[in-house]
């Protein structure tokens, strides 16, 4: 760490015919590696239009060789006859009712959780992080019949409450706060204690208002766990009803003959929210230093 | 500032009477103790509920013969003996391996070689490239499933429609386990790069740029800098990774059911498959929660060698 808090005037201070060289070095290497990670987002990029422009093609088109990647027919008969066949709505509602309150719980509880586990070092606190580390490496998929029967007993199953409840703690959430709260100067806490705050209104009152950045950007991540979640809602739900989005499509995959159309265009609506989301909420994603323990 | 004579109980070396003192003393119990038990509460209570009682409840079912419903018959551990024996089971558990092994070095190679393009300074339209390879981020496990099921479908999928088209024979990708399983490999490095390139990002950002030069002034060429500067100095966030993408992997499950639904024939069941066809779909309640157990200690095991291999490193 010494020598990295004595870098910066070092850097500084060096010949300019240094980072001369250096640019012309970069120059030399620009247009190899520019090129390398465009042929890398062409890749990654491909599978995604494939499936997107294909989803604009009428069925006949589909399997018609040669395929070629453009449609030669625009058409949305494959969203119509998806959005007709498919109760979106009801799915949509399930899947959006899951997603946010769960988010909010999640959001909510990680905070309190981080906070404490951050700012509070007794025993109790440090056990509680032992405990949420070991949720960490054992996931849900390794108790499913037991955790199933949990739910029956507390008479969560074949209700959204059964899917909301057990996914409102989540270790990436707690550490994501922890770390935060962790650079959050002590000096700040005793002063509010000096001024006679008590410590949950110094918590809500100056604590959460200060994490907003954190706050946003686990709600996004958490969203989008929830939106995309297919284990919990498949072994909790068994009324057509209270489907997500997830185990609606998924029924769709798993027919005898895959109609192809109308899976295109059902999977292309299922994920317009997230991008929709992903859009407006962008920059709190792709700069999130999301640097302890990752599990949805 | 009225609440000011309250100080004394956030300053423990000041002396006061005993009478202030064990007031002050129980206050600060209340500061310390009760705030943050408030502030962890709801989360105990999942933690408890949601972990311990289906874990305690999940090592009780491995030792009967529990169907879901009716009465738990204690059997010791014949349930351990027959899956010991039982080789689809050891299919599963071979076949996860298998893919773990295969895809967790494809997503971090991936992931790491992507993040140091989008640090380095070399390369131009960094953030829409990043934007581009994050969005398979946004796609659940089962799209991307339905994605790749589309890409390589065996008599209209465009890969075996590029492959015709330049002379060669379609290849089956569905109805040979090891090329079925090779789909999945690189469906699960696409639909996973996306968020530990994010970690990476992170991570090559906070290496000192100075370092870097300065290794270069030293005469070291680009792998050595790579090396020797940059992999130590991501090595907290290449164990993470390594560490959450092999468990990621082991548990597997949303995708391989609609990409392969664990085929051809069940030869890419997955251990999670394979517990939830199991438990669910032929109630062998006590059974599948064995395999659970085994699976358990096979995940403890994992992050243990880990965890230590990362502290004799670090």
């Known amino acids: 760490m010494a020598t990295a808090t004595k870098m910066p005037p070092a850097a500084g201070a060096k010949p300019p015919g240094k980072t001369r060289q250096g640019r012309a070095k970069r120059k030399n290497l620009s247009a190899p590696l520019t090129g390398v990670l465009w042929v890398i987002v062409a890749i990654y990029a491909l599978p995604l239009l494939w499936f997107l422009l294909s989803s604009f093609k009428p069925g006949s088109e589909l399997f018609s060789y040669p395929l070629s990647m453009i449609p030669r027919e625009w058409t949305f008969q494959g969203f119509v006859d998806a959005w007709a066949r498919v109760d979106f709505a009801r799915y949509f509602l399930n899947t959006a009712t899951v997603s946010l309150v769960t988010t909010v719980l999640t959001v909510f509880f990680s905070a309190c959780t981080g906070y404490a586990l951050a700012k509070y070092n007794n025993k109790g606190t440090r056990l509680f992080f032992v405990c949420i580390l070991a949720t960490t490496m054992l996931p849900t998929e390794v108790i499913l019949n037991p955790t199933f029967s949990v739910i029956r007993d507390l008479g ?8 909301i409840v057990p996914s409102v703690l989540t270790a990436t959430g707690v550490f994501m706060f922890r770390q935060f709260f962790l650079t959050v100067p002590d000096d700040l806490l005793h002063s509010a204690r000096i001024d006679g705050a008590s410590e949950l209104a110094i918590f809500f009152r100056i604590m959460l208002p200060l994490s907003k950045p954190i706050l946003f950007t686990l709600a996004i991540f958490s969203f989008q766990w929830r939106w995309n979640d297919y284990i919990w809602p498949l072994i909790v739900l068994n009324d057509p009803k209270w489907y997500t ?5 998924r029924s769709i995959v798993g027919a005898e003959n895959i109609d192809w159309p109308v899976l295109l265009g059902a999977s292309v609506i299922s994920i317009l929210p997230l991008v929709l989301v992903f859009a407006v909420f962008q920059k709190y994603v792709l700069n999130a230093d999301v640097s302890a323990g990752l599990k949805d | 500032m009225a609440n000011s004579t309250l100080s004394p109980a956030v300053r423990p070396e000041q002396p006061g009477s005993p009478a202030v003192r064990s007031k002050s003393q129980q206050r600060r119990r209340n500061r310390y103790v009760i705030a943050p038990l408030i502030l962890i509460g709801v989360n105990v209570v999942l933690f408890l509920v949601f972990f311990v009682w289906p874990g305690a409840l999940g090592l009780i079912y491995s030792f009967t013969d529990y169907r879901g419903v009716g009465k738990l018959n204690f059997i010791g551990l014949a349930n351990f003996q027959k899956l010991f024996a039982d080789s689809t089971f050891y299919a599963a558990l071979t076949r996860t391996f298998l893919y773990t092994v295969l895809s967790v070095p494809l997503v971090y190679v991936s992931s790491l070689g992507i993040a140091s393009l989008l640090v380095s300074k070399a390369t131009r339209g960094r953030t829409a490239a990043k934007v581009i390879i994050f969005l398979p981020w946004l796609i659940s496990p089962i799209v991307v499933g339905v994605i790749w099921k589309w890409m390589f479908g065996q008599d209209f999928g465009f890969v075996n429609f590029v492959i015709t088209t330049l002379g060669g024979g379609p290849v089956p990708w569905s109805s040979n386990g090891n090329l079925a399983l090779m789909v ?6 696409w639909g996973g790069t996306a968020f530990n390139m994010l970690l990476f990002i992170a991570a090559l950002k906070n290496i000192p740029e100075g370092l870097l030069e300065a290794a270069e002034l030293d005469g070291a060429n680009a792998w050595q800098r790579f090396r020797h500067v940059i992999l130590p100095g991501i090595a907290p966030t290449s164990f993470m990774v390594i560490l959450l993408s092999t468990i990621h992997a082991m548990k597997e499950f949303a995708m391989i059911q609609a990409l392969t639904n664990g085929g051809p024939g069940t030869e890419n069941t997955l251990i999670v498959q394979y517990i939830y066809k199991t ?13 659970s157990m085994v699976l358990m200690v096979v995940l403890l095991a994992i992050a243990l060698i880990q965890l230590r291999f990362n502290k004799k490193k670090g």
Do not use: D, P, R, T
Request: charged share 5%; aromatic share 12%.
């Open chain 2, 184 to 189: 999945v490999i690189f469906a699960s490095a």
């Open chain 2, 279 to 291: 438990g669910f779909e032929q109630s062998k309640v006590g059974y599948a929660s064995a395999a």
């Open chain 1, 156 to 163: 969560l199953y074949n209700s959204l409450a059964g899917i």
């Open chain 1, 245 to 249: 989005l997830q185990v609606a499509l």
